[in-house]
């Protein structure tokens, strides 16, 4: 009624006015578009379609158990990430379930604990046994001050799949390595003339983002403390970005530049171009589907510590599903987020669409987790990857843990940009410039930290 009135009263307007209520007219419709339909019934937003193929046929049994049906909307990422935050900023109304991604969550979190949009599920985790039953370092990226606001849907951890046809043929062992060092002189051979090499040790550059936040969380110290303040500068963090650095400049270089999606990248993984590669679970799924001329030819191990008796894994990406706190159907959605989330059919459904391991450890004993991957050679890939679940580094949810990862690769770029200039290339003698670059890239985030009041670091950071 009140949009009738508005443009009865704007007859007569000029073309920019009427150009300003339209795109009003399309603001209103892109915030409700996708809201409830149903007033009875949970709505929940997803953005995978292999989700929500595989909580669909749990629909009609979960809503008898319930009481109450399941209103399920595929959405893209971007679209539920604007729908989130302009409900939870402005009042307006969300779905009650929210399944959210790792890169898009961090915002939810940026004022106070009584601002968070998302449900405090802390205490119903504990009361309910859930916390023990659960991964605990999966609920990292949706705890912020100490508090859960989401239930985990994965855990990621992170190997390395190497070539190893070529690796066996040339009569290599990497049962002995422990380090990325080990690894790099066990497979050098396997290069080539080092002026010219026929291919690389590991798939990896400094410019790609996700790669070197996996490569940080392995080895590093964490890029924001419990408080949620920046801890980007250290000598350890320096002396990581300058190994990476190191790998991929230099006469020696060892790692190449091939991207993780790209058809040119896949076509270097056919061809040999580079030995191992990272491989979250999920990448597994991936690989089979857009480039199985590789299956059958490669093998998984643990990655490579950066010191002895140093941590064999990382993780990359993430999923959570979490209420959204003003629901007026708080307690339906709560049972439907541990049918969905906690069901050993999803779990062992899901394992054998997408590769990804559930986060419930009580749900590890499944055989199917032991079950030979002809694509990696008859491994049993699933076990490997839950022997590692419980090892993956704790990440932070701070809304600027992704503008702290984009400074460090800025600084990484510099770095190799030092390296050329001045013809240093091993990581000891990059590891001054390494600190100083840090440090300008901690000083950048606590400028931004300083302009929201809530962020603990306003007049003065750390």
Known sequence: MRLVTLITAARGLSLGLWIMIALMIGSVAVLFGGQRSDGDAVVMWVFSPTHRDLYQPMLERAGAEVGTPLDMRLMSIQAIERRMM???????PTADLIECERAIVGRAFTGPLEAVGFLDITDRLRDEGLLEKINAPSFGPWTSRGRIFGIPHDVHPVMLA??????EAAGIDLSGVETWDDFFRAVRPLMGDPASPERFALGFWYTHLDNVEVLLLQGGD?????????????????????????WCVGPDRVAADIEDFSGAGHQQRI?????????????????????????????????????????????RGGTMLGIARDS??????????????TSPRVARE?????????????????????????FFMG???GRMYIDLAPHVPA??????????????????????????????????GLRPEAMRLLTQAEARILRVMERNAFSGVAGGGR
């Open 271 to 315: 061809d040999g171009y580079g030995i191992a590669y990272f491989a979250p679970d999920w990448m597994c799924s991936i690989w089979k589907e857009q480039i199985p001329q590789i299956g059958g030819k490669m093998k998984l191990m643990p990655l490579p510590a950066f010191e002895p008796g140093g941590r064999r894994t990382s993780v």
């Open 350 to 374: 899901m394992y054998q669409l997408t590769d990804i391991i559930t986060p419930v450890t009580s749900l590890w004993d499944d055989p199917i987790y032991d079950e030979p991957d002809p």
């Open 86 to 92: 302009s409900g939870f900023f402005s009042g307006l």
């Open 162 to 167: 190497y070539r190893a046809d070529l690796v």
């Open 328 to 341: 007026d159907r708080i307690e339906e959605a709560w049972e439907y987020a541990k049918l969905l989330y």
């Open 222 to 246: 964490g890029l924001f403390d419990q408080n949620e303040l920046p801890t980007i500068a250290t000598e350890r963090h320096a002396d990581l970005l300058a190994r990476m650095v190191s």
């Open 395 to 428: 990440r932070s949810s701070s809304p600027y843990n992704r503008q702290a990862v984009v400074l460090i690769r800025d600084a990484a770029v510099s770095l190799a940009d030092h390296a050329r200039r001045t013809r240093t290339y091993d990581a000891e």
């Open 379 to 381: 491994q049993p890939k």
